[in-house]
């Protein structure tokens, strides 16, 4: 590895309070892999990953059921997503200057369980723009999780164990994904789509109680109070311009407009000849989910050891080649194929996600806040323009884009510096 090298300037790191809580007198190095503490953090985020994910993407395969019961076009139901995802790119990025004047463990409480009863509403909605609003205020809060999650794990966790820690949650996230997506599939089939939503808010509710129970308060967190409008841009600003960071949020864009432009086409692509699977069979392909919950937490531990430049570089690579496999007309290939998109997205994700928390100075939430906006507006932006590739260039065109991107990715990883874990 590269020697140890500066975190922040002066003029990165987080602009001085007017008013600051302050710190415990002693505070340790962090939560060590083994401790008590540590497994009750890494439970706690995991079920907030879990419970995040689930209730965000739970209504993608209800979508044929919103319009059939409230009469509106296919197009218009993919709102009750659309809406969600929108606004919480928003959230997330305003949440990341929130978080540094609110206590952690309390602001992702609130956000999980909030969601969690717009999701109950969300199912007991007897209109269409009443189940819209409830979508949208669900997405809303639920941008108090993902970035201060990232910022908590950074702050509390010693960093020689943080990429193990961060691998976790991304696990959690991806079962929370997977559960969202096939779990509701399967519930509907037993009861009605109101009943499926209701009981994963109940679930989400649970969760939320379970990670204000086990998760440990901050001890290296100092609430900042006061801070002006400028004081945040300056931040911003500062992390932007950081030589490693803004490649890493980069990085965080290139991750979701592979995965997410990938899985989009790829149903179109199954359900047309030579192939002509139904929507259950094509659904399965999110079972892929359950390798990226092993690997997630196995890539952060290589991380930890290894060293963050290596695991990431290959991680996107990975997701490349798995793009090219999918090129072929055979069926078992492709699944191959999209499997080792999977893998390396989710590994990927952890390395980057925990390597943003460890360049980022005091000022964590606002990095994580920079990271998942340019990782949520991946998956916007790229995710639709894909279509234009489909609709021109077939699966080809998809191919190209999304292997482009990542061989991209790639480049841009063995360009961040290393430091050494203290």
């Not at 505070?27 to 965000?56: D, M, P, Q």
């Not at 702050?155 to 961060?166: F, Q």
């Not at 930890?304 to 990431?312: M, T």
């Not at 590994?347 to 994580?368: D, N, Q, R, T, Y």
């Amino acid at each position: 590895m590269i020697g140890t090298s500066s975190i922040l300037s002066r003029a990165q790191a987080a602009p001085p309070a007017r008013r600051t809580t302050r710190q415990p007198a002693s505070v340790s190095e962090g939560l060590e892999h083994g401790s008590s503490s540590y497994r009750k953090a890494s439970i706690a985020l995991f079920l907030a990953g879990f419970a995040t994910f689930s209730l965000l993407y739970c209504v993608q395969p209800l979508l044929p059921e919103f319009a059939r019961d409230y009469h509106v076009a296919p197009g218009v139901s993919a709102l009750a997503l659309s809406l969600t995802t929108g606004a919480l790119a928003v959230a997330i990025f305003i949440s990341g200057a929130v978080s540094q004047m609110l206590p952690r463990r309390g602001l992702m409480f609130a956000s999980m369980a909030l969601a969690a009863l717009c999701n109950l509403g969300a199912a007991l909605a007897p209109s269409w723009p009443l189940l819209l609003l409830a979508r949208l205020l669900e997405g809303a809060v639920l941008g108090g999780v993902p970035a201060v999650a990232m910022a908590y794990l950074a702050e509390e966790v010693h960093s020689r164990d943080l990429g193990r820690a961060m691998g976790l949650y991304v696990a959690g996230t991806a079962f929370g994904g997977m559960a969202g997506r096939v779990g509701m599939g399967l519930l509907v089939e037993w009861g009605s789509w109101r009943l499926a939503m209701a009981f994963l808010g109940a679930l989400g509710l649970a969760a939320a109680i379970g990670f204000a129970a086990l998760l440990p308060a901050s001890q290296r967190f100092a609430v900042q109070r006061g801070l002006a409008v400028r004081d945040h841009a300056r931040t911003w600003g500062g992390h932007l311009r950081h030589h490693d960071l803004w490649r890493l949020f980069a990085i965080g864009f290139v991750l979701t407009s592979v995965f997410v432009t990938l899985f989009n086409y790829a149903g179109f692509r199954l359900s047309a000849a030579p192939f002509g699977l139904g929507q259950t069979a094509i659904s399965l392909i999110f079972l892929s989910y359950v390798f990226g919950i092993v690997v997630a937490p196995w890539a952060g531990h290589l991380s930890d050891r290894w060293g963050r430049r290596g695991p990431l570089a290959a991680s996107l690579l990975i997701m490349a080649a798995g793009a090219v496999m999918t090129l072929p007309s055979a069926l078992l290939v492709i699944a191959l194929g999209i499997l080792l998109v999977t893998v390396g997205f989710f590994a990927a994700h952890a390395v980057a996600s925990g390597w943003v928390g460890e360049l980022a100075g005091p000022a964590k939430g606002h990095a994580s806040s920079l990271y998942l906006l340019f990782y949520y507006v991946g998956s916007s932006v790229t995710g639709s323009a894909g279509g234009w590739f489909w609709q021109h260039g077939g699966w080809g065109g998809v191919v190209a884009l999304t292997g482009g991107m990542a061989l991209a990715g790639t480049a841009l990883a063995l360009t961040v510096k290393e430091r050494r874990h203290g």
